[in-house]
């Protein structure tokens, strides 16, 4: 998972969890990226590969030392993003923690008439950002604020640990700028997406969070040493913000994700 990015269980090819589908990643891709994918797997996928999915994006993949496989496994093989219930009428998208912009292409895709405004501080994740809205034809639809969201302007520093990377105060990372969420975005919003490694807390008790005007939430809880309740403290919250909440795939008991609906 990322400071302001994507869950990544890492999952690898015959691995079956009880919420996943069988079968292998390679399933999902065009011929010709699937014996690529497979010769690249093949010699320990050390560097970086650029397949075609069958369902018509292209995405890359820089390494298997990355948490780019496991983020691209979560979302295009395993679904994470599916939602449990039909979203009529989506045309307006907020990712908070877009990582390397794999849901921001499967946003676009599963929502056609959608615009997505994308956070996402990692500077590295920015250029692999860039490089798939190119590829894929979507830069026009999708709008990158290089920064992470929070509940007030600042600066900070993002370790780097890939999809894991999270914001920390001490200079031992990426500087990165922090923006105040609430006065960048207004609503409505049909969609909102947060997976900010621990910082969806302070997102939540924002007292300005209920008058977002989100009307769907997707939020990936995350156990941590503030929050060891964060699945129940996250549901709880969303209840007290008049939403609906149903579980959606979680990786026990450190990590989830809860879908809010109203």
Same mark, same amino acid.
């Given at each position: 998972?990322?400071?302001?990015?994507q869950?990544? &269980?890492?999952?690898?090819? +015959?691995? !079956?969890?009880? &919420?996943?589908p069988s079968?292998?990643?390679r399933?999902?891709l065009?011929?010709?990226?699937?014996?690529?994918y497979?010769?690249?797997?093949?010699?320990?996928?050390?560097g970086?590969?650029?397949l075609?999915?069958?369902s +018509?994006?292209?995405?890359?993949?820089r390494?298997?030392?990355?948490?780019?496989?496991?983020v691209?496994?979560?979302i295009?093989?395993r679904g $994470?993003?599916q939602?449990?219930?039909?979203?009529?009428?989506?045309?307006?998208?907020?990712d #908070?923690?877009?990582?390397?912009?794999?849901? $921001?292409?499967?946003?676009c895709?599963? =929502?056609?008439d /959608?615009?997505?405004? /994308?956070?996402?501080?990692?500077?590295?994740?920015l250029?692999? %950002?860039?490089?798939?809205?190119? /590829?894929?034809? #979507? @830069?026009?639809?999708?709008?990158v604020?290089?920064? @992470?969201a929070?509940?007030s302007?600042?600066?900070g520093?993002?370790?780097? @640990?890939?999809s894991?990377? /999270?914001? &920390? +105060? &001490?200079?031992?990372?990426?500087p %990165?700028?922090?923006?105040?969420?609430?006065?960048?975005?207004?609503?409505?919003?049909?969609?909102?997406?947060?997976? !900010?490694e621990g910082?969806?807390y +302070?997102?939540l @008790?924002?007292e300005? =969070?209920p008058d977002?005007?989100?009307?769907t939430?997707?939020?990936?809880?995350?156990?941590?040493?503030?929050?060891?309740?964060?699945?129940?403290?996250?549901?709880?919250?969303?209840?007290? $913000?008049g939403?609906?909440?149903?579980?959606? =795939?979680e990786?026990l008991?450190?990590?989830? #994700?809860?879908?809010? =609906?109203?």
């Amino acid at each position: 998972m990322n400071g302001n990015g994507q869950s990544a &269980t890492m999952w690898h090819d +015959g691995d !079956i969890g009880p &919420t996943q589908p069988s079968g292998h990643f390679r399933d999902l891709l065009q011929p010709l990226s699937r014996v690529r994918y497979l010769i690249w797997r093949l010699f320990g996928g050390r560097g970086p590969i650029e397949l075609a999915l069958n369902s +018509g994006l292209r995405i890359k993949i820089r390494s298997l030392s990355t948490t780019d496989y496991g983020v691209a496994w979560d979302i295009y093989w395993r679904g $994470c993003y599916q939602c449990p219930e039909p979203l009529p009428q989506v045309r307006r998208i907020v990712d #908070l923690g877009a990582n390397v912009g794999y849901s $921001c292409l499967f946003w676009c895709q599963r =929502f056609p008439d /959608a615009t997505v405004t /994308a956070f996402e501080p990692h500077p590295e994740h920015l250029k692999a %950002i860039a490089g798939h809205l190119s /590829a894929n034809r #979507l @830069a026009d639809r999708v709008t990158v604020i290089a920064a @992470a969201a929070g509940v007030s302007e600042g600066s900070g520093y993002l370790a780097d @640990a890939g999809s894991s990377s /999270a914001i &920390t +105060g &001490t200079p031992d990372g990426y500087p %990165i700028r922090v923006v105040d969420l609430f006065k960048t975005v207004k609503g409505p919003i049909d969609l909102l997406k947060i997976d !900010i490694e621990g910082s969806e807390y +302070g997102l939540l @008790a924002d007292e300005r =969070f209920p008058d977002f005007g989100a009307r769907t939430v997707v939020v990936e809880w995350h156990k941590t040493a503030d929050r060891p309740d964060g699945k129940k403290w996250s549901e709880d919250r969303l209840h007290d $913000c008049g939403y609906r909440t149903v579980a959606g =795939f979680e990786d026990l008991p450190h990590a989830g #994700l809860i879908w809010g =609906f109203r």
